[in-house]
């Protein structure tokens, strides 16, 4: 099973970009699909984007569409989320995430967490 560790993150001003990585441990992650969520206090985990396995499809939220692009690296063991015109609505906390499944949009398919990096877009 691989370990995730997510960073990246910081405060932005509205407009700008940020890009978060996700070191995954582990000879396997390339036998996972992997999705990017956030969280603000009070709220559940909204699914952002998810990529598969290969890394040749790719499916966002709507409310990130045209502004975010999730990529991976299986040589580098890693993830990316690339964030562009960043807004306040942008702030939270992300999470990366595998599951042994591809595509997947709900949180509870996914098996293994990352610890969150914090991204707080200013006005």
């Known amino acids: 099973q691989v370990q995730l560790v997510e960073s990246g993150g910081g405060l932005v001003q509205a407009g700008g970009s940020l890009r978060l990585s996700c070191a995954a441990s582990?000879?396997?992650?390339?036998?996972?699909?992997m999705g990017w969520f956030r969280q603000t206090p009070g709220k559940e985990r909204e699914f952002v984007a998810a990529i598969n396995r290969s890394g040749g499809s790719t499916y966002y939220a709507d409310s990130v569409k045209g502004r975010f692009t999730i990529s991976r690296d299986n040589a580098k063991n890693a993830v990316y989320l690339q964030m562009n015109s960043l807004a306040p609505e942008d702030t939270a906390v992300y999470y990366c995430?595998?599951?042994?499944?591809?595509?997947?949009?709900?949180?509870?398919?996914?098996?293994?967490w990352g610890q969150g990096t914090q991204v707080t877009v200013s006005s």
């Open positions: 995430a595998a599951t042994g499944a591809e595509m997947v949009v709900v949180a509870g398919a996914y098996r293994v």
């Open positions: 582990g000879r396997t992650f390339s036998y996972y699909g």
